[in-house]
T-cell receptor
Framework: GQNIDQPTEMTATEGAIVQINCTYQ??????LFWYQQHAGEAPTFLSYNVLDGLEEKGRFSSFLSRSKGYSYLLLKELQMKDSASYLC????????????FGTGTQLKVEL | DGGITQSPKYLFRKEGQNVTLSCEQNLNHDAMYWYRQDPGQGLRLIYYSQIVNDFQKGDIAEGYSVSREKKESFPLTVTSAQKNPTAFYLCASTDQGGGTEAFFGQGTRLTVV
C-alpha cells in the first residue's frame, strides 16, 4: 500500500485561495485522487491525476509531481460551503482501484 | 437513477451480537469495497471484491466478513469478534480499469450499546 500524509486542519477566508498538500510513497504508484467529504456524508470525487502537471476543473485544481511523490489541491474563490474534509487517496499498480486514504484535511472557511 | 445504496443509515447493536450492513449498487460495477472511518482518521479498507464470488481482505479485516454472491450486492457482517465496532462504515464501487473514480454510498453509522 501507500503512506499518504496531509495536514490535519486548515483555516482560510471566504473568497481566498487555499492549497492542501499531500505526499505519498512513490513505490508502485498508479494515480492519485482527491475527494471532498462533508461531515456524516459520503465522499464525493473531485479529481484524479496520474501524469505530472495541473488539472483544472472550475474553482478546483489538482497538481501532481510523480518524481517528488507530491500532490496538492487548490481551491479558489473559497465559499462557506467549501468547509469540509478533503481526502487524498493513492492507487497502486496491480491493486485495481483499491485506494489508500490519508487522514483527510479539515478545511474551515471563515468570513 | 444509478447509484449505490447503504442501509440502514443508523444501526445500534448490543455487545456480542453480529450485525449485517447492506450495500447495493445498480451501476453495473465489477468492484466493490468496504471502508471504515473513525473520527480524525481516514478511510481504512476492510474488504474488497473485484468480481462476483471473489473477495480479498483489506487492511483491517479482522472481526468482519463479507460475501459477493451477486454483482449488485456486497453485504458486510460485523461479528462479535470485532472489539471496537462503533464507527462510520462506507461502501463504494468502481468500474474495472485503473483510474476510475469510486462511488460511495451514504454510509452506515454503527453504534454498540
Amino acid at each position: 500500500g501507500q503512506n499518504i500524509d496531509q495536514p490535519t486542519e486548515m483555516t482560510a477566508t471566504e473568497g481566498a485561495i487555499v492549497q492542501i498538500n499531500c505526499t505519498y510513497q512513490t513505490s508502485g504508484f498508479n494515480g492519485l485522487f482527491w475527494y471532498q467529504q462533508h461531515a456524516g456524508e459520503a465522499p464525493t470525487f473531485l479529481s484524479y491525476n496520474v501524469l505530472d502537471g495541473l488539472e483544472e476543473k472550475g474553482r478546483f485544481s489538482s497538481f501532481l509531481s510523480r518524481s517528488k511523490g507530491y500532490s496538492y489541491l487548490l481551491l479558489k474563490e473559497l465559499q462557506m460551503k467549501d468547509s469540509a474534509s478533503y481526502l487524498c487517496a493513492g492507487a497502486v499498480t496491480g491493486g485495481g482501484n483499491k485506494l489508500t486514504f490519508g487522514t483527510g484535511t479539515q478545511l474551515k472557511v471563515e468570513l | 437513477d444509478g447509484g449505490i445504496t447503504q442501509s440502514p443509515k443508523y444501526l445500534f447493536r448490543k455487545e456480542g451480537q453480529n450485525v449485517t450492513l447492506s450495500c447495493e449498487q445498480n451501476l453495473n460495477h465489477d468492484a466493490m469495497y468496504w471502508y471504515r472511518q473513525d473520527p480524525g482518521q481516514g478511510l481504512r479498507l476492510i474488504y474488497y471484491s473485484q468480481i462476483v464470488n471473489d473477495f480479498q481482505k483489506g487492511d483491517i479485516a479482522e472481526g468482519y466478513s463479507v460475501s459477493r454472491e451477486k454483482k449488485e450486492s456486497f453485504p458486510l457482517t460485523v461479528t462479535s469478534a470485532q472489539k471496537n465496532p462503533t464507527a462510520f462504515y462506507l461502501c463504494a464501487s468502481t468500474d474495472q480499469g485503473g483510474g476510475t473514480e469510486a462511488f460511495f454510498g451514504q454510509g452506515t453509522r454503527l453504534t454498540v450499546v
